[in-house]
């Protein structure tokens, strides 16, 4: 007969739940974990850069493996300012970036996330895809369960119940059962989540590698800013892999309604921009995908915990979008979590006051402090749309000038400079602009 | 009844691409699948356990991460899963395969004998529909290919009767079991698996039987050594366009004919 009682469920089998997973099963707790993919992974996707350090706290025995789960080590990273027909270049590389091991790669979350989830069976976790659970079951106000979209059994088409003290809720960004649980008050608005489209391009054999002047220990990852967003708050990114690159680009999903814009044809417009179609030239388009990223930050977050509940990862809006955290931040709030389910298991107590050690780990942690520092992160992009929609342009306007002056008197196309700055932006534009940015770095 | 399924681990070719230098497949990356005409005999017996009350053995020949297309036979109520899994079996074709999977079934057969055997009509990668009919010729059992419905008339005869698709239509034919059948795809369809099974099925770990345990295989006749069949090239046909329509009523007979006459010309067979 096969058991329907664990210790712990995990509902998602993305990192922040697999961390959570691993951690309980290696304390030798009776642990499950339910996805509804096919496999660990295959409804995932993010960008593509995963920090070293983070699986390092994992996995410690990472580099031992022959196998990596990873492409390409980044090791010059920085952003491309893309103007309507060019590009202003801040990359950055050093001797330690390039040093072994590297402190952060490129992967595909269908080979990542399927290899934590042989990690987890490997702690002991019992992995079960295709699994999606639709409620959770609360007794006494206390979660004690899920249910699924599966029946009991092959005659008892009541839908089947796992049940277990602990239950974590790592389902990502649609956080359905977070809701349900009480923990978050309400869905997420337009406003506060980025919808990101991504395609995976194979180049021509050796084309990667000549283009973008690589090694094969090497890799490049660069944020796109202005052009790449159509000067509305947002980015690009441009990620190198093994033998092919990562194209996206994504906006807060209320620009796409305002600005009707199509998410496709903003990932095209992208490709065809003349900096990056010779880059692109011949390409194969592998992939095509998108994913909506949780940026409600810390006016957003969610209460962690409840009695016999905890939420870890995109569920409640652990991304850095600035830092391109988001990987490294469901790892460790995985691993919080599942420290306080062990926690609660000795103490044979499940309630939020047990359960609390999570939100007090995470809120003595730098991901707090972050989510806090910044806190007015959205407003001031949705408020401040100079940054996008005027510098980048600016930027490479500027240069441009600067750098064709030959022939000229300087004096003049200095002065030239000065105008199209105090046409484009004004002095007091400019001025308020450094003052907003600096309190808001200041975190006033 | 005891039934014995067959089954192959194939890439999934809706994501298959080949290497334009090489001319051989591209697997890496390329996510793996069940045979989708297998998922359909695992289906059957699926169907037919919870009928009339069955035993299912999946066996599949392949590389270890088979294994996961025998946790997905465990998911439809597969009772023993056994993975034919050595480096010697590698590289073998319709030939060397039927005789490993043969062997097997043989073996497997020694503990209680089969009464039906379910093969897919024909696997996606390699499209040959021989390993089904090289199995039943081994085992010496009446062979059904292409099978779309299957009716058990009477159990404790053990007679069924059997619906194969033809180019001309359809056979209705009654068999006593054993039969070897492979089937097509509307022989049943996949159930949408309980919980209980989904958690069987993620803590199975197959049986594995290599070229020596516990089938002493003769050597020469596995994998690559006991394949006649060599794979000269594997390539993309080129896509035809499609031609132009003239109408004769519109430009004449004579115009027509001179039109075809040049293209004739142009492509150097006139």
Sequence with gaps: MVRLNYDVIVVGGGPAGMAAAITCARAGLDTILLERGRFAGAKNLFGGVVYTASVLSLVPDLFSASRLPFERPVTEEGWWILSQDGVVKITHTNATLRESPPRAFTAFRAKFDAWLAKQAQKAGVLVVPKVRVIDLLIKDNFVCGVQTDRTASWDDHRPAQVKAPVVILAEGVNRILSIKAGLVPRDFSPKEVALSVKEVLQLPKGELESRFGLQKDTGLAVEL????????????????????????????????????IKPYALLEHLKRHP???????????????????????????????????????????????????????????????????????????????????????????????????????????????SFFQTYPYLLNEVLHLYLTAQGRAKQEVFKEICQLIRKQRGVTGLLGDFVRAMKFLKGW | MNILVSIKQVPDTTNIRINPETGTLVREGVPSIVNPYDVHALALASLLKRLYGAHITVITMGPPQAEEALKEAVEFGADRVILLSDRKFAGADTLATSYTLAEAIKYLAQEAPFDLFLFGKQAIDGDTAQVGPGVARRLGVPLITYAVKLEIIDQEKKEVIVHRKTASGVEVLKVTLPVLITCDKEIADPPFSPLPELIKAAQTKPEIFNAQRPIPYKREKLGLKGSPTRVHRVYTPQLKSAGDILFVSEIGVSEAVEKIIAVLKDRGIL
């Design chain 1, 275 to 385: 900096v990056l179609a010779p880059l692109l030239a011949e390409a194969e388009t592998l992939e095509y995908g998108a994913h909506l990223i949780p940026e409600w930050g810390f006016f957003g977050l969610a209460k962690l915990c409840g009695n016999g509940v905890l939420a870890v990862g995109d569920a409640v809006g652990l991304v850095n979008p600035l830092f391109r955290e988001g990987t490294n931040l469901a790892i460790y709030s995985g691993i919080l979590a599942g420290k306080a389910a062990i926690y609660a298991h000795k103490k044979g107590n499940f309630g939020y006051h047990t359960l609390r050690l999570y939100e007090e780990a995470l809120k003595d942690s730098y991901i707090y402090q972050d989510l806090r520092y910044f806190r007015k992160l959205k407003t001031f992009l949705q408020q401040n749309k």
């Design chain 1, 225 to 260: 800013l202005g052009e790449a967003s159509l000067g509305l708050p947002g980015t690009g990114f441009l990620y190198t892999n093994t033998s092919c690159l990562s194209l996206g680009v994504g906006l807060f999903l209320i620009d796409y309604a305002t600005h009707n």
